[in-house]
């Protein structure tokens, strides 16, 4: 019977130790890619997961861990396209997209100098758009879904504060084109088609200039 129970214990540890091998670690995937082609996330992303603000690749820390799954998925069945991101997404397994989303998801969001924010009419435009819209082209404002300062809502409105102003003209643009297609109801292409290249410019670059947070209470 001894002899029993020393077999069942083996076998439970070796198993427990067969699963914890099989469970991709997110740090080492962001770090290190995953032995298999795909490139260590920080060759892009940064090693602290701020992004590269002139290149436009995005900033991923602190991002929901939904939202980063999501757009994997999407970049892996087509429905969001990127030359560099395709492969990447697809040559990710399942469990490796998770645990690259929930590595990132819980990364604090880098402190980094704020971008020049616009200044005079594009200023003006931008805030105008970001808290107001433009109803009368039945636009609604971004803060309507992308919350306060463009902090971001859930896990389907991501921070549009603090990321790269290069990254937040691309995606809109690949909106108006079409290239991108996996927003909930297709709310960004509608959005997006109802912007001109002025409105882009200007609203990009006021996102990019916003606090990643919003002040807590009775700071400035």
Not at 3 to 11: C, E, K
Not at 38 to 56: E, F, K, N, S
Not at 163 to 171: A, F, G, R
């Amino acid at each position: 019977m001894k002899v029993f129970h020393l077999i069942t214990l083996l076998l439970g540890v070796f198993c427990a130790s067969a699963v914890l091998a099989e469970t991709p670690d997110g740090a080492t995937l962001a770090h290190q890619g995953n032995g298999h082609g795909v490139a260590p996330c920080l060759a892009c992303h940064g090693a602290d997961g701020g992004g590269q603000t002139a290149a436009g690749f995005p900033r991923l820390a602190g991002l929901p861990q939904a939202y980063l799954r999501k757009q994997l998925d999407d970049f892996a069945n087509g429905s969001r396209t990127n030359a560099t991101m395709q492969p990447i997404a697809t040559g990710l397994t399942d469990a490796e997209r998770d645990a690259v989303a929930a590595y990132y998801s819980k990364l604090p969001v880098p402190s980094s100098p704020p971008a020049n924010a616009p200044t005079g009419d594009d200023a003006q435009l931008a805030q105008t758009l970001a808290t107001r819209g433009r109803w009368s082209k039945g636009l609604p404002a971004c803060e309507q879904c992308h919350g306060p300062g463009g902090v971001g809502v859930g896990d389907h409105f991501p921070a549009l504060a603090a990321q790269s102003s290069v990254y937040l003209s691309n995606e809109l643009h690949a909106w108006q084109q079409g290239s991108r297609h996996n927003d909930p109801l297709l709310l960004m292409q509608a959005v997006a088609s109802k912007l001109s290249d002025d409105d882009i410019n200007a609203i990009s670059a006021w996102y990019a200039a916003q606090p990643a947070t919003l002040p807590k209470e009775g700071q400035p």
